[in-house]
Nanobody, 115 residues
Framework: QVQLVESGGGLVQAGGSLRLSCKTS????????MAWYRQAPGKQRELAAR???????NYADSVKGRFTISRDNAKNTVYLQMNSLKPEDTAVYYC?????????WGQGTQVTVSS
């Protein structure tokens, strides 16, 4: 059974940092593009950061320079290092795994940034 399990969310003050992790199982992790999406209350889910199987990355303009996505193929895990957090980063963060015709989602982890 495919599983994407996020961890590392929580409550942090503005300017602080958090590191999210997403451990996957039952997928050939190295073949997948991995991404972090986020959904704030009352808003649509949006892409925060993505990393391809080859290691290329792209970021939403709103997080560029503050967030860093990385992957460890040996651990089947993708990370999101979030620095200089702002209240507007408050959202549920979802891990996503995608390849041709296949996409999988985690259950989400809450990130709350207080001002």
């Amino acid at each position: 059974q495919v599983q994407l399990v996020e961890s590392g969310g929580g409550l942090v003050q503005a300017g602080g940092s958090l590191r999210l992790s997403c451990k996957t199982s039952e997928i050939t992790f190295s073949f997948y593009t991995m991404a972090w999406y986020r959904q704030a209350p009352g808003k649509q889910r949006e892409l925060a950061a993505r990393i391809t199987s080859g290691g290329s990355t792209n970021y939403a303009d709103s997080v560029k320079g503050r967030f860093t996505i990385s992957r460890d193929n040996a651990k089947n895990t993708v990370y999101l290092q979030m620095n200089s957090l702002k209240p507007e980063d408050t959202a549920v963060y979802y891990c996503n795994a995608e390849r041709t015709y296949l996409t999988w989602w985690g259950q989400g982890t809450q990130v709350t940034v207080s001002s």
